[in-house]
């Protein structure tokens, strides 16, 4: 479930301003940070409203956009969940552009 958590925190920061706004502020000034410092952030945010996720789940979620943006995806299925869809098709890495997975 964590994971769907993580992913139902993205999908709602396309439409909700406040949450958009608290996940700016929490990555905000940390492009230079590893990754996994970045995640502990989010994690704070996503648990302030409620998503119970992991940094983990974060990472492998940005690492599975990234995949797939980069043709790099498991050409077995070479599909991505509805979910991820959403995200993508939201514009996922506009909102994630504080982490350097996106550009």
């Known amino acids: 479930m964590s994971k769907k958590a993580c992913i139902e925190f993205f999908v709602n920061i396309n439409t909700n301003n406040t949450l958009q706004q608290a996940y700016a502020n929490a990555i905000k000034g ?18 302030k ?37 959403e995200l993508v098709a939201g514009g996922i890495c506009a909102i994630i552009k504080g982490s350097k997975r996106c550009s």
């Open 30 to 47: 940390k492009e230079d940070w590893e990754l996994m410092e970045v995640a502990h952030s989010v994690v704070q945010v996503g648990t």
């Open 49 to 85: 409203y409620g998503y119970d996720f992991t940094p983990q789940d974060y990472v492998e979620l940005l690492n599975e956009i990234e995949k797939w943006e980069n043709g790099d995806g498991d050409e077995d299925d070479g599909e991505l969940s509805d979910e991820i869809l």
